[in-house]
């Protein structure tokens, strides 16, 4: 009888389920999510530069290989951009997989340095024969590229196949820039000797 006249409270409408939005698959090939950039191939510029890099030695490979290979010049070109092609390929696999590891990342570097170096050489050799100046400082900046390349590549493999830590990375660094000063005597040797009808075809290696 207490129960008379009291209303009891209405059932709870039953929960709709909510529709999960089933989002677009954009993942092509190379990313996650394309248009966002969360993940993938795409988010990584560095990633994206190198493999564009790989492509671009990769063809130029191919352009010399089925064309020319005539010349010292030629074959010394078609090293240079396989090897380029080679470094470019392994710092994407290292940025996407984590392998190959440092060592091996930094002697392929180091091959690549020595290729276009050896190219820099070829075209000193062709172009400048005859001028016992010019044969003198070639002479002095080979021994000097020769023994830093040397002592970089067997650091690199010492510390490879051992536990030893020979090097920091500031001596590697400041090793890398004396390479690259070498290689711009090297141009600048180049350029300064070449007769002035000749050097509009070697501009644009000066400038690379």
């Given at each position: 009888?207490?129960?008379?006249?009291?209303?009891?409270?209405?059932?709870?409408?039953?929960?709709?389920?909510?529709?999960?939005?089933?989002?677009?698959?954009?993942?092509?090939?190379?990313?996650?999510?394309?248009?966002?950039?969360?993940?993938?191939?795409?988010?990584n510029?560095?990633?994206?530069?190198?493999?564009?890099?790989?492509?671009?030695?990769?063809?130029?490979?191919?352009?010399?290989?089925?064309?020319?290979?005539?010349?010292?010049?030629?074959?010394?070109?078609?090293?240079?951009?396989?090897?380029?092609?080679?470094?470019?390929?392994?710092?994407?696999?290292?940025?996407?997989?984590?392998?190959?590891?440092?060592?091996?990342?930094?002697?392929?570097?180091?091959?690549?340095?020595?290729?276009?170096?050896?190219?820099?050489?070829?075209?000193?050799?062709?172009?400048?024969?005859?001028?016992?100046l010019?044969?003198?400082?070639?002479?002095?900046?080979?021994?000097?590229?020769?023994?830093?390349?040397?002592?970089?590549?067997?650091?690199?493999?010492?510390?490879?196949?051992?536990?030893?830590?020979?090097?920091?990375?500031?001596?590697?660094?400041?090793?890398?820039i004396?390479?690259?000063?070498?290689?711009?005597?090297?141009?600048?040797?180049?350029?300064?000797?070449s007769?002035?009808?000749?050097?509009?075809?070697?501009?644009?290696?000066?400038?690379?």
């Amino acid at each position: 009888h207490v129960l008379v006249g009291l209303q009891l409270p209405p059932p709870p409408p039953p929960e709709k389920k909510k529709k999960k939005k089933k989002k677009k698959k954009t993942e092509l090939f190379f990313g996650k999510d394309f248009f966002t950039g969360h993940s993938g191939m795409f988010s990584n510029m560095d990633v994206l530069s190198y493999s564009l890099a790989a492509v671009t030695f990769g063809l130029l490979t191919i352009l010399v290989v089925s064309r020319y290979l005539r010349r010292g010049v030629d074959r010394a070109l078609a090293l240079a951009a396989t090897v380029s092609m080679i470094w470019a390929a392994t710092i994407v696999s290292q940025s996407l997989w984590g392998q190959p590891g440092f060592n091996i990342r930094y002697l392929v570097e180091l091959l690549r340095d020595a290729s276009w170096i050896y190219l820099l050489f070829a075209l000193l050799k062709d172009g400048l024969k005859e001028k016992k100046l010019t044969n003198k400082v070639k002479h002095i900046l080979g021994a000097t590229t020769a023994i830093l390349l040397t002592l970089l590549v067997a650091i690199a493999l010492i510390e490879n196949f051992s536990t030893v830590g020979i090097s920091t990375g500031k001596a590697k660094l400041l090793g890398q820039i004396g390479l690259s000063l070498l290689g711009l005597s090297m141009v600048e040797q180049i350029w300064r000797n070449s007769p002035s009808f000749g050097r509009s075809s070697i501009k644009y290696m000066c400038i690379g």
